[in-house]
Nanobody, 124 residues
Framework: VQLQASGGGLVQAGDSLRLSCAASGLTYTRYTMAWFRQAPGKEREFVAA????????YYDDSVKGRFIVSRGTPKNTVYLQMDSLNSEDTATYYCAAGNPILTSTRTARAYDYWGQGTQVTVSS
């Protein structure tokens, strides 16, 4: 399984970005795809996730109402639309795939496969 994240960049506060995660080598509908982020000196934290079978979505409170995770076309692509970005969103963003139980959806250890990360920098 390979995950390829892209779409990061340098933006100003209030701007938007859309991250993409292209997955290969997995049975698409069996997985949950998630986005995590890690800022310098901080632990990796959950951002959002989507269950590919059924489409249920999950968000961290810090991004709820600003970020949207969705499945794309082709079906092996997942997006993270990020609006109203602020400096606290600055981090390296990672996409992940796995089969977490519901209570572990927000836990990094529950995911088996990870992309290489894409940098998002928001200037204030």
């Amino acid at each position: 399984v390979q995950l390829q994240a892209s779409g990061g960049g340098l933006v100003q506060a209030g701007d938007s970005l859309r991250l993409s995660c292209a997955a290969s080598g997995l049975t698409y509908t069996r997985y949950t795809m998630a986005w995590f982020r890690q800022a310098p000196g901080k632990e990796r934290e959950f951002v959002a996730a989507i269950r590919l079978s059924g489409g249920n979505t999950y968000y961290d409170d810090s991004v709820k109402g600003r970020f949207i995770v969705s499945r794309g076309t082709p079906k092996n692509t997942v997006y993270l639309q990020m609006d109203s970005l602020n400096s606290e969103d600055t981090a390296t963003y990672y996409c992940a795939a796995g089969n977490p139980i519901l209570t572990s959806t927000r836990t990094a250890r529950a995911y088996d496969y990870w992309g290489q990360g894409t940098q998002v920098t928001v200037s204030s």
